[in-house]
């Protein structure tokens, strides 16, 4: 089809939509801070898989990818992306979606400029980023979507957070609450010892040493307000830790299972295999090649 043409049906509809609210701020979704499973739509082959799966579990290796294969572009794509985005939702299989796609052309990219593709993001439950083509392209599915990454890779680290840097935050927590406390304890110090000096309060020494007990127990408390503090979070980094080791993929393969790879694809169903064809089979020790006959 023309470009002009295509331009020109872009251009209606997303006007035809942004009039009725599609686009609007209020209605997008917030982004789970710790997603468990992280929905993919897109090819089941090619860059785009790779790149969402390698920045993911780098950033936190027990996250779980859950791969909808949907085709990415030609006749009926839309369709079949609006269906796969509702079954997301109806069986409830991830706590996210990225829809993504690679770069190409403004006919490469119309499936994700369709209105019942568009609808059906809008209706969507899940929160939906769109990772579609490179970052100078936009489609409608970027502006109804709860999030627009500029690529893939982008989508990815928008949704996984860095387990290291949920370490080094919580490292920041108890180093500053230390050193609040410590400032707090001069500070007390520096007024007991200026009552101390006040010539008005040389004589009363009963009133002073009341003082000095009251000072005593507001340190003390403080030490254990701050020390249940420390405690605390350090048991809700235990458990987060805990949560993210329960979800790793490593935790099956140490059960019995393996990973069944070809060309670097993982393989969910028997008639994806052909004869003769290698199949790389990870357990967990390491890696073995087989051959299907």
């Given at each position: 089809m023309d470009f002009g043409v295509l331009y020109k049906k872009y251009e209606e509809l997303k006007q035809k939509l942004e009039l009725e609210g599609l686009f609007d701020e209020i209605h997008k979704k917030r982004i789970p801070y710790m997603p468990k499973v992280i929905g993919v739509l897109t090819s089941n082959t090619g860059a785009v898989i790779r790149d969402i799966i390698n920045v993911s579990t780098r950033r936190n290796p027990k996250?779980?990818?859950?791969?909808?294969?949907?085709?990415?572009?030609?006749?009926?794509?839309?369709?079949?992306?609006?269906?796969?985005?509702?079954?997301?939702?109806?069986?409830?299989?991830?706590?996210?979606?990225?829809?993504a796609r690679g770069g190409g052309s403004i006919e490469d990219l119309w499936p994700f400029n369709e209105e019942i593709v568009?609808?059906?993001?809008?209706?969507?439950?899940?929160?939906?980023?769109?990772?579609?083509?490179?970052?100078?392209?936009?489609?409608?599915?970027?502006?109804?979507?709860?999030?627009?990454?500029?690529?893939?890779?982008?989508?990815?680290?928008?949704?996984?957070?860095?387990?290291?840097?949920?370490?080094?935050?919580?490292?920041?927590?108890?180093?500053?609450?230390?050193?609040?406390?410590?400032?707090k304890t001069e500070i007390m110090r520096l007024r007991y010892e200026k009552v101390m000096n006040s010539r008005a309060f040389k004589e009363p020494l009963q009133d002073i040493n009341q003082k000095y007990i009251l000072i005593d127990n507001y340190i003390k408390k403080m030490e254990n307000m701050s020390t249940k503090r420390i405690k605390d979070l350090r048991i809700e980094e235990a458990k987060l830790i805990s949560k993210l080791d329960a979800l790793s993929p490593?935790?099956?393969?140490?059960?019995?299972?393996?990973?069944?790879?070809?060309?670097?694809?993982?393989?969910?169903?028997?008639?994806?295999?052909k004869t003769d064809m290698e199949v790389r089979l990870r357990f967990q020790d390491g890696d073995k090649t087989a051959k299907i006959i």
């Open positions: 996250v779980n990818i859950r791969l909808l294969p949907v085709p990415v572009q030609g006749e009926g794509a839309a369709e079949k992306i609006a269906s796969a985005i509702r079954l997301m939702n109806d069986k409830k299989l991830a706590d996210v979606i990225i829809l568009a609808r059906e993001i809008f209706n969507s439950k899940l929160p939906i980023v769109s990772a579609v083509g490179h970052e100078t392209d936009f489609t409608i599915a970027d502006f109804v979507a709860d999030l627009r990454a500029p690529t893939p890779s982008a989508a990815a680290e928008l949704v996984v957070n860095d387990v290291e840097d949920i370490k080094y935050t919580l490292n920041s927590y108890e180093n500053r609450l230390k050193l609040s406390l410590k400032r490593l935790k099956t393969l140490t059960r019995g299972f393996c990973i069944a790879e070809v060309n670097g694809n993982v393989i969910t169903k028997a008639k994806e295999l």
